[in-house]
């Protein structure tokens, strides 16, 4: 069956660090794949997406790579802020997204 | 625009009553979807309109649950029986474009349902 896995222990870093969030998807091939930020209380709010021919996807602070061979993506923050904190939820797509469990991200000062 | 509205924001009920969820898309958008987050099993995809239209209700989790779009700008999911099971936070998304398009998906606040 398809499986998306993302880190389910939450990811401390400090300010100004890079933060790198994995997700991991088997069993299917999808066409783009999607990043979603979502706070405690509130619905995912899209960030990025990036698709299958696309290496990689910038946007201000935050890169996405998309990898098919390992059927990977990493999304990366630069000079992290105690903003940044939240869950991240990847979401790859063929004829529907399907989301991961999320990784919650804290960024401490 | 207002963004994704969902009504109510909470709703708690005794096992057995019918429950109604709604929601209003974005003017404009002709997707919708109907989503259910638990800590255990994350966010799945319930249901997916397109044009009105039900495209994949394949996550539906039994008889027990049915949605509509009565119009294009409308929702209603509803359970009925509830179950203590069936207690989660219930989000809607819309988008401009199908879900096998390159189309970002807009999320409502959700309703956090208790079913006691």
């Known amino acids: 069956s398809q499986k998306i896995e993302q880190n389910s222990e939450a990811l401390n870093i400090q300010e100004g660090k890079t933060a790198t969030l994995t997700c991991n998807y088997t069993n299917y091939s999808p066409a783009y794949l999607q990043w979603y930020r979502q706070d405690p209380g509130r619905g995912p709010v899209f960030l990025l997406l990036i698709r299958e021919n696309e290496k990689e996807k910038r946007k201000e602070r935050l890169k996405v790579t998309f990898d098919t061979t390992l059927k990977q993506s990493l999304f990366h923050i630069t000079a992290s802020q105690p903003a940044d904190s939240a869950t991240y939820l990847c979401a790859p797509n063929t004829d529907k997204l399907i989301f991961g469990t999320g990784t919650r991200l804290q960024v401490f000062p | 625009d207002a963004g994704v509205i969902q009504s109510p924001r909470h709703e708690v009920t005794e096992m057995g009553q019918e429950v109604t969820l709604r929601c209003k898309l974005i003017s404009g958008h002709n997707s919708l979807f109907w989503y259910r987050q638990t800590m255990m099993r994350g966010l799945e995809l319930l249901i997916y309109f397109n044009n009105n239209v039900p495209i994949d209700d394949s996550g539906m989790p039994e008889d027990r649950f049915s949605a509509k779009m009565p119009n294009a700008s409308f929702s209603t999911l509803k359970i009925q029986p509830s179950e203590p099971r069936d207690s989660a936070v219930y989000f809607c998304?819309?988008?401009?474009?199908?879900?096998?398009?390159?189309?970002?998906?807009?999320f409502g606040p959700g309703t956090r349902l208790t079913v006691l």
């Open positions: 998304a819309s988008s401009l474009g199908p879900a096998e398009g390159y189309n970002e998906q807009f």
